[in-house]
């Protein structure tokens, strides 16, 4: 009978290019439908998906890892080149350096626990994740406030946002009588246009489809909402557009930006995409005076001041690699429970079967003081056999000894830790064969 074991599938910012992280990239009712397609799969448990704008990761509790492997070269064969993978303690030690931000293109980052608080709530509520990702997640989440309080990783960390800011000043210089022009209405460009309003930049315009989230970030920016229909227009008014959208396809080509830029008289104009899929076109970048940046962009910049906080970063790793030990340790006591309760159960239904049938034989001849003796004594009987058994199947357990919980379920004729009641079951011996995220990256 098969063991359930954590699973972990991904691509990210460090494994693949953007061309193939929006390929395989899920939100919305499409996420939603691939947790439940997961969810149906034989030898699947529990299953949750984490899609960023940098990275996707499919975290499944189950028979194997290939059903998670199959929902990336479903969606792109050309993902295969670019996936990690990782069981057991490995998958657990992972899903806690995201959360913690030291997976991050911007080392010590805010925004990624937030994104994998999303990613749970979304799995909980087409009832993909169950009791172990729900004690998962709220161990790692746990683990990212312990790194947060208790290093300095986040002190002074820049945001993606604020690499907006760097790329921005670079090209201007400042942003003192010039405009910003956020296209759509995700979280990181709001984020972004606050932070390249501090370069001195007069206005902020917003455009979205929906009227409504235009006038609802343009409160949040300080800036005033616009029809998506002056587009066109307000590409001349603006010198940096920052474009985050839920498209699925490019918002902004040449086609579009041509005839602006000859409106503008070919002044500078950037764009910053900080959507995947992408939603501006890359061939952007040929038109003269335009420069275009998207995530991968972004990255080279980080790469410039994330040493700035490695001392912080080795404190970090610290407290995840306590908090994988002690996740690892409480999931391999869960497994010797239900043999310890079901043996428990087991002996005192005997215990209780002796004691009512030596009552009845006994008849009147006792008090009612007697009986609860005689009943006391069953108990009693129970308790110090059970007693060094327990301790030693707890003990086992803690230690990550399965071997001997098993003996006692087949001994006892009770049902075994690999059983499928069994909520938490040990890793199987081979877990750490699987190739380990350090291996590949």
């Given at each position: 009978m098969s063991t359930r074991e954590l699973y972990l599938v991904g691509l990210s910012h460090k494994s693949a290019p953007i061309a193939v992280r929006e390929k395989v990239s899920l939100s919305?009712?499409?996420?939603?439908?691939?947790?439940?397609?997961?969810?149906a799969r034989s030898g699947v448990s529990e299953v949750m998906v984490v899609s960023t704008c940098n990275r996707m990761e499919v975290y499944v509790l189950g028979d194997s890892v290939e059903p998670a492997r199959r929902l990336f070269l479903d969606r792109s064969a050309g993902a295969a080149d670019h996936l990690y993978e990782a069981a057991g303690p490995a998958a657990v030690r992972h899903l806690f350096r995201v959360s913690a931000s030291?997976?991050?293109?911007?080392?010590?980052?805010?925004?990624?626990?937030?994104?994998?608080?999303?990613?749970?709530?979304?799995?909980?509520?087409?009832?993909?994740a169950g009791g172990f990702i729900s004690r998962l997640c709220n161990r790692a989440f746990a683990t990212a406030k312990r790194v947060r309080t208790e290093t300095d990783i986040g002190r002074g960390a820049s945001s993606?946002?604020?690499?907006?800011?760097?790329?921005?000043?670079?090209?201007?210089?400042?942003?003192?009588?010039?405009?910003?022009?956020?296209?759509?209405?995700?979280?990181?460009?709001?984020?972004?246009?606050?932070?390249l309003a501090s370069l001195g930049a007069d206005r902020i315009?917003?455009?979205?489809?929906?009227?409504e989230r235009a006038l609802s970030l343009a409160e949040q920016v300080g800036g005033s909402a616009r029809p998506w229909a002056e587009l066109p227009q307000l590409l001349v008014q603006a010198d940096v557009v920052i474009v985050s959208t839920g498209a699925p396809t490019?918002?902004?080509?040449?086609?579009?930006?041509?005839?602006?830029?000859?409106?503008?008289?070919?002044?500078?104009?950037?764009?910053?995409?900080?959507?995947?899929?992408?939603?501006?076109?890359?061939?952007?970048?040929?038109?003269?005076?335009?420069?275009?940046?998207?995530?991968?962009?972004?990255?080279k910049v980080v790469h410039q001041t994330k040493s700035a906080r490695a001392e912080e970063a080795i404190r970090a790793e610290a407290i995840v690699e306590a908090e994988v030990m002690a996740?690892?340790?409480?999931?391999?006591?869960?497994?010797?429970?239900?043999?310890?309760?079901?043996?428990?159960?087991?002996?005192?239904?005997?215990?209780?079967?002796?004691?009512?049938?030596?009552?009845?034989?006994?008849?009147?001849?006792?008090?009612?003081?007697?009986r609860r003796s005689v009943e006391a004594m069953a108990r009693a009987i129970v308790n110090k056999l059970l007693h060094v058994p327990t301790a030693r199947l707890k003990q086992a357990?803690?230690?990550?000894?399965?071997?001997?919980?098993?003996?006692?379920?087949?001994?006892?004729?009770?049902?075994?830790?690999?059983?499928?009641?069994?909520?938490?079951?040990?890793?199987?011996?081979?877990?750490?064969?699987?190739?380990?995220?350090?291996?590949r990256q």
């Open positions: 919305g009712d499409d996420l939603k439908d691939a947790l439940a397609g997961l969810k030291l997976d991050s293109m911007v080392l010590g980052e805010q925004q990624i626990l937030g994104q994998v608080k999303e990613a749970y709530g979304v799995a909980s509520s087409v009832q993909a993606v946002s604020q690499v907006a800011v760097e790329l921005v000043e670079k090209i201007f210089g400042d942003l003192k009588g010039r405009g910003i022009l956020l296209v759509g209405a995700g979280k990181m460009g709001a984020l972004s246009a606050k932070a315009l917003v455009t979205n489809r929906s009227p490019y918002v902004v080509g040449p086609a579009l930006v041509q005839p602006a830029m000859k409106a503008r008289k070919n002044r500078s104009l950037c764009f910053i995409d900080l959507a995947v899929p992408r939603n501006v076109d890359p061939a952007l970048s040929e038109l003269t005076d335009v420069y275009a940046y998207d995530m991968d962009d972004l990255q996740f690892s340790a409480e999931r391999e006591t869960r497994a010797a429970l239900p043999v310890l309760s079901q043996l428990r159960r087991q002996a005192e239904e005997i215990a209780r079967a002796e004691a009512e049938r030596t009552l009845a034989a006994i008849g009147d001849r006792l008090d009612e003081r007697g357990a803690s230690t990550g000894d399965t071997t001997l919980p098993g003996a006692a379920a087949e001994l006892f004729g009770v049902d075994g830790p690999n059983d499928p009641a069994s909520n938490d079951l040990p890793r199987p011996a081979n877990a750490g064969q699987v190739v380990s995220i350090s291996e």
